[in-house]
């Protein structure tokens, strides 16, 4: 004879017993997503003291083209500045790759500091200032 919960538990009533937590709970959230917020909330503080940050525009790709381009190193690249087009239809454009990053870190804490690490080499030069002035203390 079934019970009420169907085929879902075994006749010793184990097994499934449904979500074991709910979407809005940060663990529902990927690696991939945790990283893309973390970018937003680092270029969000940068563009609280540098107005000018507010006209880049961010990505986050997992890993960066195989063939750099004949200006950037062959060593290892962990984001990428691309300036705005001279036409004016191309915003400027950072973005950070993801993986080469994360490979490199073991914590959370190693993680942002090498993403803030990216954005304020890139952002300091866009905006002209040193890369430690780029985010507030």
Request: net charge positive; with cysteine.
């Amino acid at each position: 004879m079934r019970g009420l919960t169907g085929n879902r538990r075994d006749r010793h009533g184990r097994g499934a017993r449904g979500v074991t937590f709910l979407p809005v709970v940060p663990a529902w959230r990927t690696r991939r997503e945790k990283f893309d917020q973390l970018v937003v909330d680092l270029a969000t503080l940068a563009a609280r003291k540098h107005p000018e940050v507010g006209r880049i525009e961010f990505g986050v790709e997992d890993i960066p083209p195989s063939d750099p381009a004949e200006w950037e190193s062959p060593h290892a690249v962990l984001g990428r500045l691309f300036p705005a087009d001279k036409s004016g239809k191309l915003a400027t454009r950072i973005v950070v790759y993801r993986l080469p990053i994360q490979w490199r870190c073991r914590t959370t804490q190693d993680t942002e500091q090498a993403v803030k690490a990216v954005l304020a080499e890139h952002l300091s030069s866009e905006i002209g200032c040193l890369p430690e002035e780029v985010f507030p203390a």
